[in-house]
Each structure stands twice: as structure tokens, then as C-alpha cells.
């Protein structure tokens, strides 16, 4: 069993980048149909946005690249803790990994924050399990941590993270390539219901390591959000179904 447990009720959350740092009453879903508060992504020190073609729409969806802008740890704190601590949801601050070093410093800074329920931690593309499990012992403490797997590695990292202590797995979306409106290629991370089929297969992929699973990935309808259950899925997070307004289970 995990050495943390987290309990979502109702089993349904936003994904990192989906709603901002903090939950609003008036946000674009009722706080009573989350079972937790996921922040935007956050770094140790600020980000800004990427350059560039940013959103590119394909068949079924859109590749979007914002490079995950964020004023740094310290000042998302400072701005935010005060509505975390009264928040009526559990908060899961997503931390960005890109170093032990980083992750080890952000997790303790957090530890001190009231009302941080827990932490997931993106864990970097092409992460490997040797990087994933030094990443992973950095994150460990007193809150408990949720893993985001990239969607294309989300089998091999869950059966490495099998009897880590991590009280659940989530996923990330895919990355791919489109045409730019320069003739280069844009990259980025993919969205929309196209994403439903491979994000149904990775959480199957992802369950098989023993862990609780929270699918993500293409969940537009409410049918979907039984398909992830279906699929093996603990939980589900939504992510841009929330910017075109309340979503209706």
C-alpha cells in the first residue's frame, strides 16, 4: 500500500493548466464537483511563456506549447496560500521537475504551506526510470505525491514506481508535432477527443503496476469519464473541456 493515501470524493479534479494557481466559486465548474483542486504547474524560479506558434488546431483537437509560465515558487506561495488555506477542496500543488535538487526544495517549502492537501510532480519528457526514481525520492515527505507519467512512457514508469510509496500515478498529455505558420515544425502537447483512445490504453498500461491510476487525456463527454473507470482509472482529471464552460456529469 502506498505509504500516503489520497481519498477524491467525488473521484473528478482539473488537470495542472486547467484552472489556474487557486479554485474560484466562479469558476467554470461547481467546486462541488471536484473531489480536489489541482494548481497551474509551478518551478522553483519563474518561467515565461514559450515563443512562437503557441496553439495549432488539427482534426479532433489542438497542440498547445505555453513553455508552463509561472512566477517562480515564492511568489505563487505568496499570492495563493491564503486561498488555498481556505479552500473547500484539498489543493495539489503540481510541482514542474527538473531537478532533485529543485523538487527537494519546493517540497519542503511546501510542507510549511497550510492547506496543501498533496503534490504532483510532472516529471520531464523522455524521463527515464533511473531520473524518475531520483526525482521521486526528492519529492517524498510528509504531503502526499501523485506522479505524472508521460502518457507514452505511462507502463514502464508504473512498473518501476511499483511499492515506491507514491499514493497515485497520473497522466500527462501526449506530445507530437504539426506544421508551423513558418514551415518549421511546432511542438507541443496535444488535447482534445482525439487524445480519448491512447489515453484509454495508457491507463490500462499504467494499472498493471499496482497503483492507483488517475486517467486524464480526451475526456469531453461524460461517457468518457465512465470509460476511464472502465479503463481501470481511481479517478479522472479534466483539463481544456473546463475552458468551454461547466462540464455535466
Not at 500500500?1 to 473521484?11: G, H
Amino acid at each position: 500500500m502506498p505509504k500516503f493515501d489520497l481519498a477524491f470524493d467525488p473521484p473528478l479534479m482539473n488537470a495542472a493548466g486547467s484552472l489556474g494557481f487557486a479554485p474560484y466559486r466562479r469558476g467554470p465548474i461547481a467546486l462541488e464537483q471536484l473531489g480536489a483542486f489541482v494548481t497551474n504547474p509551478v518551478s522553483l524560479r519563474p518561467r515565461t511563456p514559450a515563443q512562437g506558434a503557441r496553439l495549432l488546431p488539427f482534426p479532433g483537437g489542438f497542440l498547445l506549447h505555453s513553455g508552463h509560465p509561472n512566477s517562480g515558487l515564492r511568489r505563487v506561495v505568496q499570492r495563493h496560500a491564503a486561498r488555498w488555506a481556505r479552500s473547500p477542496l484539498p489543493v495539489v500543488v503540481h510541482l514542474l521537475a527538473e531537478n532533485p535538487a529543485d523538487v527537494r526544495s519546493m517540497v519542503v517549502r511546501l510542507e510549511a504551506v497550510e492547506g496543501v492537501g498533496g503534490i504532483e510532480l510532472g516529471l520531464p519528457p523522455g524521463c527515464d526510470p533511473a531520473t524518475m526514481l531520483a526525482l521521486l525520492s526528492a519529492a517524498q515527505g510528509e504531503l502526499p505525491l501523485i506522479v505524472r507519467l508521460p502518457l507514452e512512457q505511462a507502463g514502464p514508469l508504473a512498473m518501476a514506481l511499483a511499492g515506491s510509496g507514491v499514493a497515485a500515478l497520473s497522466l500527462a498529455a501526449p506530445r507530437g508535432a504539426l506544421p508551423g505558420p513558418g514551415g518549421g515544425l511546432a511542438h507541443g502537447r496535444l488535447y482534445g477527443p482525439a487524445v480519448l483512445p491512447i489515453a484509454l490504453n495508457a491507463v490500462g498500461a499504467a494499472c498493471l503496476g499496482g497503483l492507483p491510476v488517475i486517467g486524464a487525456g480526451g475526456v469531453f463527454q461524460p461517457g468518457d469519464v465512465g470509460a476511464m473507470f472502465a479503463a481501470g482509472a481511481a479517478a479522472v482529471q479534466l483539463d481544456v473541456v473546463l475552458w468551454r464552460g461547466e462540464f455535466e456529469i
